[in-house]
Nanobody
């Protein structure tokens, strides 16, 4: 089974930037939609962003509405990876960020994601 491993979580100042990476253990991950969810202390896990397979007609993406423009999701098939560029960080971005993957197009429903990483901690201080 394909494994997902997240990298890049750390402490940062509000207003700063962080880039998270998620790498799949096998090239098969390139046929999956991959995405990020996050869970803040005392809160339920929520959708952040997802990106579909790279296709010539345009790679589909979905973002949590409130994060559009501030978070940017990209994908690199050669690295079997996705990258979440998080800009203008806010203390409310503090959470464990989980990478996930599913067959089919991007969706916000975490129940439809069948592969999960262990998460990486992001802490944003004001």
């Amino acid at each position: 089974q394909v494994q997902l491993v997240e990298y890049g979580g750390r402490s940062a100042q509000a207003g700063g930037s962080l880039k998270l990476s998620c790498i799949g253990s096998q090239a098969a991950i390139n046929s999956y939609t991959m995405g990020w969810f996050r869970q803040a202390p005392g809160r339920e896990r929520e959708f952040v962003a997802a990106i579909g397979r790279i296709v010539m007609t345009g790679t589909p993406r979905k973002y949590k509405d409130s994060l559009k423009g501030r978070f940017i999701l990209s994908r690199d098939e050669r690295q079997r990876a996705i990258f979440l560029q998080m800009n203008n960080l806010e203390p409310e971005d503090t959470a464990v960020y989980f990478c996930a993957a599913r067959s089919g197009p991007p969706t916000t429903s975490q129940e439809s994601y069948t592969l999960w990483g262990r998460g990486t901690q992001v802490t944003v201080s004001s």
